[in-house]
């Protein structure tokens, strides 16, 4: 059995077109508001006034001063090879007392450093590249070697009461490199064979005698074991010479 719906019937307006009441006005388009600055015309306020309105405070540095009301800048400010550690007075002085072998300033190696010998090494290292040989790596290498064989050496004669450290060793080394970075500089010009290794003795002694010096008067129990000491500087000096000769 089929179910009846009540429908209202549907009344169209005679003619074809809506009454006045039904007419929908057309409305506009979005258009943003104008802008008061000409010259943005997306922006809807002024930027000249905005920024006429905030102000913002120029940040205040404090002045740098030393001592308090000193002046500022880097005109206090120490050297920089001061701050580095490297006093050039003190390698001055260490060279010249090093020139003579026989007048020795010991107490001028108590403060040891690296950079003297740093100097040196490098120096000797150039003269051997003058004369055709590289070798730098290997003065590195052996003066590290000679320095541990030297500490090795005085602190199994010292025992207990020696105090000669690895890092003076090197300082020490270093240092009386001096003479064989001259041999080196003269063996440029040189005639080879009987000359050049009559000079090479005559440097290595003179770089065996202030290295045994140091060693004796800088640490304790030194004096007693000289020979031993001047032995060894020796054969350190020798094996440096060897690199000038051949």
Excluded at 56 to 73: E, H, L, R, V, Y
Excluded at 79 to 100: A, D, R, V
Aim: hydrophobic share 45%.
């Amino acid at each position: 059995m089929a179910k009846e719906f009540n429908v209202p019937p549907v009344v169209f307006p005679s003619g074809g077109n809506p009454g006045p009441q039904q007419r929908r006005l057309p409305t506009a388009p979005f258009q943003p508001p104008k802008s008061s600055n000409p010259g943005i015309p997306f922006m809807s306020f002024d930027v000249g006034s905005a920024a006429a309105s905030t102000s913002f405070s120029t940040p205040q540095f404090a002045s740098t001063t030393i001592g308090g009301g000193g002046s500022a800048g880097f005109e206090d400010e120490p050297p920089l090879l001061e701050e580095l550690g490297i006093n050039t007075k003190q390698i001055y002085q260490k060279t010249i007392s090093i020139m003579n072998p026989f007048r020795v300033k010991a107490d001028l190696h108590e403060d040891a450093d690296l950079s003297g010998p740093f100097i040196f090494l490098m120096a000797f290292g150039l003269f051997q590249l003058l004369a055709g040989k590289l070798h730098f790596g290997i003065i590195l290498g052996w003066v590290i070697m000679a320095s541990l064989f030297l500490y090795v050496v005085f602190n199994m004669l010292a025992g207990r009461n020696g105090n000669l450290d690895l890092y003076r060793c090197v300082s020490l080394i270093g240092y009386c490199m001096l003479p064989i970075v001259i041999l080196s500089a003269i063996s440029l010009f040189l005639p080879g064979g009987l000359v050049i290794k009559v000079v090479t003795g005559v440097f290595v002694l003179w770089s065996t005698r202030v290295c045994t010096r140091l060693v004796v008067e800088l640490a304790s129990c030194g004096d007693e074991h000289r020979g031993l000491i001047a032995y060894a500087c020796f054969l350190i000096y020798m094996l440096f010479s060897l690199l000038v000769i051949f």
